[in-house]
Nanobody, 124 residues
Framework: EEQLVESGGGLVQAGGSLRLSCAAS????????IGWFRQAPGKEREGVSC????????VYIDSVKGRFTVSTDGAKNTVYLQMNSLKPEDTAVYYC?????????????????WGQGTQVTVSS
């Protein structure tokens, strides 16, 4: 059974950095795309980024471009979200999720397996 496990969240001051990890198991890693989403209190879940493992095609929402970077470690079946220059508005629970591609990546309904989420809190 496919399983995704996130880790790496925490509390950081504005301007700081965190690296989130999404470890995948029970799946052919190079056949999936991994999306990163976040959900702040009272807000809808928002697509942050998506990467297609096979060709490393990557997309980001405008608000994180230049600050967030997605990378992979095929030996560990893990996708990372490096978050730099964090802002208080980045505070949310962050989730990774899998899909067959990044088409329509902004919509959560296109992703079929989800991790449990990890809290990121950025203080001002």
């Amino acid at each position: 059974e496919e399983q995704l496990v996130e880790s790496g969240g925490g509390l950081v001051q504005a301007g700081g950095s965190l690296r989130l990890s999404c470890a995948a198991s029970g799946v052919s890693f190079d056949a999936v795309s991994i999306g990163w989403f976040r959900q702040a209190p009272g807000k809808e879940r928002e697509g942050v980024s998506c990467i297609t493992i096979r060709d490393l095609y990557t997309v980001y929402i405008d608000s994180v471009k230049g600050r967030f970077t997605v990378s992979t470690d095929g030996a560990k079946n893990t996708v990372y979200l490096q978050m730099n220059s964090l802002k208080p508005e980045d505070t949310a629970v962050y989730y990774c999720a899998s899909s067959i591609g990044c088409a329509g990546w902004r919509q959560a309904r296109g992703f079929y397996h989800w991790g449990q989420g990890t809290q990121v809190t950025v203080s001002s």
